[in-house]
Nanobody, 120 residues
């Protein structure tokens, strides 16, 4: 069993920053790609950023330059540094991870989400 737990969400004013964390734990052989997604009220979940185990990153256009994804492979942890937050960044932020439980089997796992609220 693998669990992902996010933390770091909260309520901030526009222009402020937050740093989200997501830790994977359990029966893990290797964590491959990790990613952050968000779901705004009344909208579909959207991809925010991804990072490979080698540190290659991608970002949604609207977040690039304001958000930075990073990870520590030894700690099975991924972070999302969010700066210059806007009201439209409000939503529930989820992390996911492609986890190998052995050499031959990989499965995607999701965290429970952490709420980010940005007031203008």
């Amino acid at each position: 069993q693998v669990h992902l737990v996010e933390s770091g969400g909260g309520s901030v004013q526009a222009g402020e920053s937050l740093r989200l964390s997501c830790v994977a734990s359990g029966f893990i052989y290797k964590v491959n790609n990790m990613a952050w997604h968000r779901q705004a009220p009344g909208k579909q979940r959207e991809l925010v950023a991804t990072i490979t185990s080698g540190g290659i990153t991608t970002y949604a256009d609207s977040m690039e330059g304001r958000f930075v994804i990073s990870r520590d492979n030894a700690k099975n942890t991924v972070w999302l540094q969010m700066d210059s937050l806007k009201a439209e960044d409000t939503g529930v932020y989820y992390c996911d991870a492609d986890v190998q439980v052995n050499r031959n089997y990989e499965c995607k796992y999701w965290g429970q989400g952490t709420q980010v609220t940005v007031s203008s």
